[in-house]
Structure formats: structure tokens, C-alpha cells
Nanobody
Framework: QVQLVESGGGSVQAGDSLSLSCVAS????????MGWFRQAPGKEREFVAA????????SYADSVKGRFTIVRDNAKKTVFLQMKSLRPEDTAIYYC?????????????????WGQGTQVTVSS
């Protein structure tokens, strides 16, 4: 079982930037797509961003396009979510996940390993 550990969450003001990291404990990190999801209080988990094993293909939720960037460093087994122009509605627990294949899809049920999450709180 892959272990994924997120970090970088915190409390910021609207308009600020924040960068999340997720480190994987697997030697096969570079074989699978990775994604970020989030869950706000009282809401269902939603897709945020995903990218292919080599980082060449990315996918974003409409709500974060142009503000968030997902990148990965396969040598460090790390995937990042760079967030800018944060809004109060971005407040949520953010989870990274490893896909079961190379495709950076938006379906959470296609990801088979999940981190424990990191809290992001954006105040107005």
C-alpha cells in the first residue's frame, strides 16, 4: 500500500498563495497519474487537479483553472499543488491521491491510494 503524506496547508487571507506537497513512499511513483481532491465541511469530496506520470498531461476543475497548478517531481516522489488568488470557497481539506493507471482522470473512485489530508482555510 502506498503511503501519501500531504503538507503545506494553513490559514491565509483571500488573494494569498499557498503550495501543498505530497510525498509518496513508493518506488513506482513515476508510473501512475496523481491527483488532488478537496472536501469542504458538509460537502462531498471534489476533484481539483491531476496530472500524468510524466507531468505532460494535466486536468483541472473549472473552479481552479488559471489559479492552481499541479506539478510533480518524480525524483523526489512528490506532487505539488500551487495555489494562488485563493478564495474563501477554496477552504477545505486537501487530499492527494495516486491513480490506478496513467490517466489523470477526475473520478475519485479511480484513485486507489489516498493521503490523510491537509487543511486549507481562506479568510475573507
Amino acid at each position: 500500500q502506498v503511503q501519501l503524506v500531504e503538507s503545506g496547508g494553513g490559514s491565509v487571507q483571500a488573494g494569498d498563495s499557498l503550495s501543498l506537497s505530497c510525498v509518496a513512499s513508493t518506488s513506482t511513483f513515476d508510473r501512475y497519474a496523481m491527483g488532488w481532491f478537496r472536501q469542504a465541511p458538509g460537502k462531498e469530496r471534489e476533484f481539483v487537479a491531476a496530472l500524468s506520470p510524466n507531468g505532460g498531461t494535466t486536468s483541472y476543475a473549472d473552479s481552479v483553472k488559471g489559479r492552481f497548478t499541479i506539478v510533480r517531481d518524480n525524483a523526489k516522489k512528490t506532487v505539488f499543488l500551487q495555489m494562488k488568488s485563493l478564495r474563501p470557497e477554496d477552504t477545505a481539506i486537501y487530499y492527494c491521491a495516486q491513480h490506478a493507471s496513467v490517466w489523470p482522470t477526475q473520478r475519485g473512485d479511480e484513485y486507489d491510494s489516498w493521503g490523510q489530508g491537509t487543511q486549507v482555510t481562506v479568510s475573507s
